[in-house]
């Protein structure tokens, strides 16, 4: 058994993420019948009704953003500033979804597959469709190789944005700049304001000591669960064997033979996933592990809080 990683091709859904890919999980979340959400953030109540304006208490006002509904515009602010604003209910102070997605150069790496990078691109994809049908406005923060925030939409439009946001910055070259897991902790909460639930999408390898008080901070904003993307030598023992493996144009072949060298090579490659499942467990966050060859769909439904029950 060999483990070789791919080459690099435009949106082959394997090493390059295929934005059709994408936008064709919608089709996925719209065969399932959504649950009532129940929010973890802890300055809102449950959003029970889709029905805007009626029965809910007027929140505040803020400047219209694209998707948003025509129907909710704040006449009387508009008038007075000049800009279109939008009226905020109680239910859509709970209706957002930040999702924190990791682009560090590790995650382009497979050996089952897809990429790390590809699968948590799906994943993004998955939890965006999900936040939208339920009627919630989602938004991407990258951190790592790319920087770059899309701010929050509702609809099929603050979906699809999310999608050619996840292609196109998967086709950006990737450096080797590090950012540490607490900067990009640091920067959610500092515009999760508003958001009820934050998804971090990673490898763990970013994971640093701070990163445990920086998440802490986070909670007190919103609710957090965590998905670890991982390959499938990084969550087990690899059989014995010679490995062919790939990185910057460069190609070695790793002999794994004996218990201890299978065993030393799993904790190396796999230390990330393990320190950032370890962080999410002891705060008591939702959380789950997956491989590059897993059906994300479970795993996205749980941990948004949204399980969906099939039609």
């Not at 994971?207 to 920086?214: E, G, K, L, N, S």
């Not at 969550?235 to 065993?263: C, F, I, K, M």
């Not at 030393?264 to 320190?275: C, E, I, N, Q």
Request: with cysteine.
């Amino acid at each position: 058994m060999s483990a070789v990683a791919f080459q690099r091709e435009e949106g082959d859904g394997r090493s390059r993420v295929s934005l059709a890919e994408l936008i064709a999980l919608r089709a996925r979340v719209g065969h399932v019948r959504m649950a009532p959400l129940v929010s973890r953030a802890p300055r809102y109540g449950q959003q029970s009704s889709r029905l805007y304006g009626r029965g809910m208490d007027y929140a505040e006002s803020r400047a219209y953003q694209a998707g948003d509904d025509v129907r909710r515009l704040d006449w009387r602010l508009t008038a007075r500033s000049g800009k279109l604003h939008t009226k905020l209910f109680q239910e859509d102070r709970e209706g957002c979804l930040l999702i924190l997605l990791d682009t560090h150069a590790s995650m382009v790496f497979g050996t089952r597959q897809r990429f790390k990078s590809v699968q948590a691109a799906r994943i993004a994809a998955l939890a965006a469709w999900y936040a939208t049908r339920a009627g919630e406005r989602v938004g991407v923060l990258a951190f790592g190789s790319v920087e770059h925030l899309l701010r929050a939409q509702a609809g099929p439009r603050g979906a699809l944005a999310v999608c050619g946001a996840l292609a196109q910055w998967d086709s950006w070259p990737r450096s080797d700049r590090q950012q540490p897991l607490s900067d990009a902790l640091t920067r959610a909460a500092h515009i999760s304001h508003g958001a009820s639930r934050v998804l971090l999408v990673s490898d763990g390898f970013s994971c640093d000591p701070p990163a445990r008080q920086r998440m802490l901070d986070l909670t007190r904003h919103a609710g957090v669960s965590v998905l670890v993307v991982a390959d499938a030598l990084e969550l087990s023992l690899a059989p014995a064997g010679r490995y062919p493996l790939e990185h910057s144009g460069e190609r070695r072949e790793v002999l794994l033979q004996s218990a201890r060298q299978r065993g030393d090579f799993r904790r190396a490659l796999g230390g990330g996933a393990t320190r950032l499942a370890a962080l999410a467990g002891s705060l008591g966050l939702r959380h789950a592990s997956i491989d590059t060859t897993a059906d994300p769909f479970d795993a996205v439904a749980g941990l948004i809080g949204r399980k969906g029950v099939p039609r």
